[in-house]
């Protein structure tokens, strides 16, 4: 059984909204890629993959199909972690980053497709956290900081810059003021985006302001209605 610290980052870097996807992916599909996401529903996930795995074979040149396979995986992955399933979380998240590297390879100048990667190497730290973070954790932060150098108001950037300054001790150069910081900056840029409040939440709970804390994962709740995994952290989250 994951403690509370893993499972928390079973959402490391997975952070999408719905109306992001549709607009990125030009595809009314992404939404029941969201809805499954939402419910933590693996087989619809792994349904939807082999999809994704067949389009993306169709097309190996294009990076959006490339990226959707990815983002598939990404979700797989999160979805296996939340619910203690470390070995798939893992093995997800290692076999999106290949689509990823493709989508990166075929449009290099899209700060998501570079988000989406870093977040993929992000993931496997809680399925692996030794080996994990010595194989990937370089390559979670740098393809984040790509991101935001291509797109400084790509605010799920932000988000998952704050969420590895979450997981890093304040004495190795992460902590809680900054992640806040990175959080705050998100909801800045996109006051809709749950998994902004979301993480703020989670954030201000570990610092014990609580009450500040449901606050945030109530907007996130009220924002995404459907997301299992906000209303776990809320229900979790003392009112004191």
């Not at 795995?53 to 990226?67: I, R």
């Not at 992955?77 to 990823?100: H, I, S, W």
């Not at 989508?103 to 809680?126: D, F």
């Not at 030794?130 to 979670?140: D, E, I, P, V």
Request: proline content about 3%; glycine content about 8%.
């Amino acid at each position: 059984m994951l403690g509370g610290n893993s499972l928390l980052c079973a959402r490391m870097m997975v952070i999408l909204v719905c109306a992001s996807l549709v607009a990125t992916a030009g595809d009314s599909g992404m939404n029941e890629l969201v809805a499954a996401r939402d419910r933590q529903d693996l087989h619809a996930l792994d349904r939807m993959i082999s999809q994704y795995k067949d389009a993306s074979q169709k097309e190996p040149q294009s990076a959006s199909a490339q990226y959707r396979l990815a983002l598939a995986y990404s979700y797989s992955a999160e979805v296996a972690t939340e619910l203690r399933d470390k070995r798939k979380a893992e093995a997800m998240a290692e076999a999106g980053m290949d689509a990823a590297r493709k989508a990166v390879s075929g449009n290099g100048a899209s700060a998501e497709y570079h988000r989406l990667l870093g977040e993929l190497c992000g993931q496997v730290i809680p399925a692996n956290p030794l080996l994990g973070a010595l194989k990937y954790g370089q390559c979670a932060h740098d393809e984040i900081d790509k991101a935001i150098q291509l797109d400084n108001r790509l605010a799920l950037a932000y988000v998952s810059r704050g969420v590895g300054n979450y997981y890093l001790p304040a004495s190795m150069g992460g902590g809680v003021e900054l992640a806040l910081k990175d959080f705050d900056k998100a909801i800045s840029l996109n006051p809709s985006l749950p998994e902004a409040y979301l993480w703020k939440g989670v954030t201000l709970r570990k610092a014990n302001r609580n009450a500040e804390a449901r606050k945030a994962l109530e907007r996130a709740v009220q924002l995404d209605s459907q997301w299992t995994w906000a209303k776990q952290q809320l229900e979790k989250t003392p009112a004191q």
